[in-house]
T-cell receptor, first 115, second 112 residues
Framework: DVKVTQSSRYLVKRTGEKVFLECVQDMDHENMFWYRQDPGLGLRLIYF???????EKGDIPEGYSVSREKKERFSLILESASTNQTSMYLC??????????????FGPGTRLTVT | AQSVTQLDSQVPVFEEAPVELRCNYSSSVSVYLFWYVQYPNQGLQLLLK??????LVKGINGFEAEFNKSQTSFHLRKPSVHISDTAEYFCAVSGGYQKVTFGTGTKLQVIP
């Protein structure tokens, strides 16, 4: 079974803090993704990575950065958290090939609250 | 550019009744289409996908969807729902090399 794990289920941070969200997958997948999920807006892609040290901006990259130093780990960084980044963050991975062709496997999500 | 529209944000239905969740898409290229389900406090999991071939696609838990190219639709159906089907359902589209674009989701509420 493919497993995607996220470091925290719930996180509370203060405005201006630097926040790290970690994601690990155990299926040797090339592609990894970070989404945020907000009511009424669905899932929006923040960043994705198709290989170690490679990254591409998604639809809403502003205020975020990512790091992929190892194939199994993809980190999302909020350099200076703001209240409008309060959201559910979902990590996903998929095997190689066309980015949209393959099924994505999702982690359970991290609900981040910025106060 | 590609986009997905799920017109119904919530769909209440009685247990054992049939249900249809609607999804329309737009894309300038041939598409791959997906339905994902999200149970409360969980991530998304794949229900079914259309890549090519037969336009009627069967998925897990008794769900099926029909790809209609002329109407640019990919509606999800189940002939008889159970309480355990209560969840949020997301339609998604990809033009192959493009990233996957998700719809805004439809919450299915099954009423006992």
């Amino acid at each position: 079974d493919v497993k995607v794990t996220q470091s925290s289920r719930y996180l509370v941070k203060r405005t201006g803090e630097k926040v790290f969200l970690e994601c690990v997958q155990d299926m040797d997948h090339e592609n990894m993704f970070w989404y945020r999920q907000d009511p009424g807006l669905g899932l929006r892609l923040i960043y994705f990575s198709y290989d170690v040290k490679m990254k591409e901006k998604g639809d809403i990259p502003e205020g975020y950065s990512v790091s992929r130093e190892k194939k199994e780990r993809f980190s999302l960084i909020l350099e200076s958290a703001s209240t409008n980044q309060t959201s559910m963050y979902l990590c996903a991975s998929s095997s190689s090939g066309l980015a949209g062709f393959r099924e994505q496997y999702f982690g359970p999500g991290t609900r981040l609250t910025v106060t | 550019a590609q986009s997905v529209t799920q017109l119904d944000s919530q769909v209440p239905v009685f247990e054992e009744a049939p249900v249809e969740l609607r999804c329309n898409y737009s894309s300038s290229v041939s598409v791959y289409l997906f339905w994902y389900v999200q149970y409360p406090n969980q991530g998304l999991q794949l229900l079914l996908k259309y890549l090519s071939g037969s336009t009627l696609v069967k998925g897990i838990n008794g769900f099926e969807a029909e790809f209609n190219k002329s109407q640019t639709s990919f509606h999800l159906r189940k002939p008889s729902v159970h309480i355990s089907d209560t969840a949020e359902y997301f339609c998604a589209v990809s033009g192959g090399y493009q990233k996957v674009t998700f719809g805004t989701g439809t919450k299915l509420q099954v009423i006992p």
